[in-house]
């Protein structure tokens, strides 16, 4: 039977995730309240959490199709008239005579595209859209500090603001100001959208026996800003329309112990992210004279492009943060919480999907909540089917995201990657039918189940090396037996022989590799 009163929705976090699962919830004519840690952050005076200014992400399909069934078709196109499209990847370098080289990579052979979009103003789009429907309220400063899924309460800390002057600035905080108080709030479903260091995944631990693992990558990252191209400023050949460098691509530095990105923003100005090694971090932040060579010898061109004294005192003043990756098991407890997005499954950045599978959360949980009745007993089995979906595909994209650092600070220099994408973008062209498409195409350019994009890429590796063995490696090593014979029948040694053997072993080897 269903119920009666509509249900009683408590999303917690206002980030991208809680944002548009409000949207959904609400929708659906349930009764919303979203609570959110830090104040609106459409009020200026807001400094987004963990980010300087604010850091451009990466929006793909999955992201961009859970924002088309939201139910609210203008949104998406407010987000694409802020969004910049990066149609591949410009691959910076010098050579060894130091000649500097920009190598453009597209990113689908059908001109299929990402999206730079400003996390900040996304989210806000969300919630401006969030806030047009009655059934939704918005709380901030907020902080949720208890849950109790069993009796379906949650506590929140409710900060007060400090006071304003007459022209609207923040006063000084006296002694009263930020006084915290609890505040206690009854729902029928709690969706935890807290981000990595989620309470209410926290909390959720102490009703369901959660598998949680969580590592941190030897890895911190700081983020640095390419402005403008001006009059007397440095640029590169494919520099246009106000642009330092190309705005149609994202930029990558690649070095065998770190890596440099540049994503492209509305204003003109590149959104960079130095990825290093903690211990090259150390060795900079003990002498952070060093770092105008350190680029220089690492990413040609790039502190040029930044300006040398902006580049000192962007990686001075802006923070150096770690790299958290989250898995976690199941995703829900009974019919009362569920958690989505980085509170989920925080993932390493390297294949720009951690929003965009937060977003795909969302559409995936409400398309299970649909299927069953609006009762606690359909609750129950809409979340553990979403469970059931949901857990392998973060388990997968988590290590997805870890294995596209290789990718990206070395894969983008490797031949045989590169054969490998040539092949399989030839295939999925001119031979459809064959269903061969990229590990990119597939993560970033379709909604496949991240779980099941692993298992067709590795089938396809295996089809292909088949291929390669049965076309080329067999023959190739049936014509080296006969040569060797020949060659040691002629009087060389069997030493040189077997060395022989064993290079056209390794090259295999490596083939092998690729390919599985
Ligand atoms: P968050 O964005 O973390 O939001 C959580 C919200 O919950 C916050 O507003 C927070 O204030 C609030 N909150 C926290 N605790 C509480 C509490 N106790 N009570 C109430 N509220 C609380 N993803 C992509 O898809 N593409 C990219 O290109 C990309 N690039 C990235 C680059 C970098 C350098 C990094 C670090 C991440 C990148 N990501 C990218 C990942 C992306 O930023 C996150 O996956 C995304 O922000 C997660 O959204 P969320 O809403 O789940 O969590």
Known sequence: MAEAKPTKCLVVGAGPVGALAALYAARRGWDVDVYELRGDLRDASTTPLNFTKSINLALAERGINAMRHSGSPALLDRVFAEAVPMYGRMVHSASSAGTLTEESQQYDVHGRFNRAVDRANLNKLLLDEVETLPNVKLHFNHKLVGADLRKRKAWFERKAAPPQTADGAQAHQDQTDGREQEVEVDFD??????????????????????????????????EFTIPPAGPTSATTPTAKDGFATSPDHLHIWPCDHGLFIAIPSIDKSFTCTLFAPS??????????????????????NAADLIGH????????????????????????????????????????????????????????????????????????????????????????????????????????????????????????????????????????????RYSEVVETVASQGRILLGGLLGSVVL??????????????????????????????????????????
């Open 309 to 448: 004294a902006e580049l000192r005192q962007q990686f001075e003043q802006n923070p150096h943060l770690p790299l958290i990756s989250i898995k976690c098991s199941p995703h829900h407890y009974s019919s009362t919480g569920v958690i989505l997005g980085d509170a989920a499954h925080a993932m390493v950045p390297f294949y720009g999907q951690g929003m965009n599978a937060g977003l795909e959360d969302v559409r995936v949980l409400f398309q299970h909540l649909d299927a069953h009745p609006s009762t606690p007993a359909g609750r129950t089995a809409a979340l553990d089917a979403y469970s059931t979906e949901r857990v392998p595909d973060a388990h997968a994209v988590n290590d997805l995201a870890l294995a596209n650092y290789w990718e990206m600070h070395s894969g983008v220099r490797s031949p045989l990657t590169l054969i490998r994408k040539k092949v399989e973008e030839f295939l999925n062209d001119k031979l459809p039918i064959t269903g061969f498409a990229t590990q990119y195409a597939r993560v970033s350019f379709s909604n496949q």
């Open 279 to 300: 211990a090259t971090f150390a060795t900079l932040e003990q002498d952070p004279a060093t770092i105008t060579q350190f680029f220089q010898t690492r990413f040609p």
């Open 189 to 222: 479903l709690m969706l935890g959208c807290d981000g990595a260091h989620s309470n209410a995944r926290y909390h959720m631990m102490k009703f369901v026996r959660m598998s949680y693992e969580q590592s941190y990558i030897d890895t911190l990252w700081c």
């Open 475 to 516: 023959p190739g090593m049936g014509w080296a037996a006969w040569w060797g014979w020949r060659w040691y029948a002629a009087g060389h040694t069997t030493r040189k022989a077997v060395k022989g053997f064993a290079g056209l072993g390794m090259f295999g080897e490596r083939v092998g590799r690729m390919f599985t």
